[in-house]
Nanobody, 121 residues
């Protein structure tokens, strides 16, 4: 069983950057694909990015493609989300999740508690 803890959120001005980290405590981290999702106030949770178990495959939502980059370090049981050129519409709680390589939230079995990202205009 995986326990996931996100960090790295905060307040940043539009155009700025943040790097989110998600540390997993289980012993089977490398068996799972990892995904990042986000949820803004009053909106449904939406897919942001995913990375395959070995890190060789990635996929992004159209809204973040070219600005965000997902990566993982299986030796450190950690997945990252580098966010550049941030926009106010990126403001949300960001969640990492472990599961099957998919853009569907229902494909992920384990979730972190979330970290707040706020982008000011």
């Amino acid at each position: 069983q995986e326990q996931l803890v996100e960090s790295g959120g905060g307040l940043v001005q539009a155009g700025g950057s943040l790097r989110l980290s998600c540390a997993a405590s289980g012993r089977t981290f490398s068996n799972y694909a990892m995904g990042w999702f986000r949820q803004a106030p009053g909106k449904e949770r939406e897919f942001v990015a995913r990375v395959s178990w070995g890190g060789g495959s990635t996929y992004y939502a159209a809204s973040v493609k070219g600005r965000f980059s997902i990566s993982r370090d299986n030796a450190k049981n950690t997945v990252y989300l580098q966010m550049n050129s941030l926009k106010p519409e990126d403001t949300a709680v960001y969640y990492c999740a472990a599961g099957i390589y998919s853009s569907l939230a229902s494909s992920y079995d384990y979730w972190g508690q979330g970290t707040q990202v706020t982008v000011s205009s």
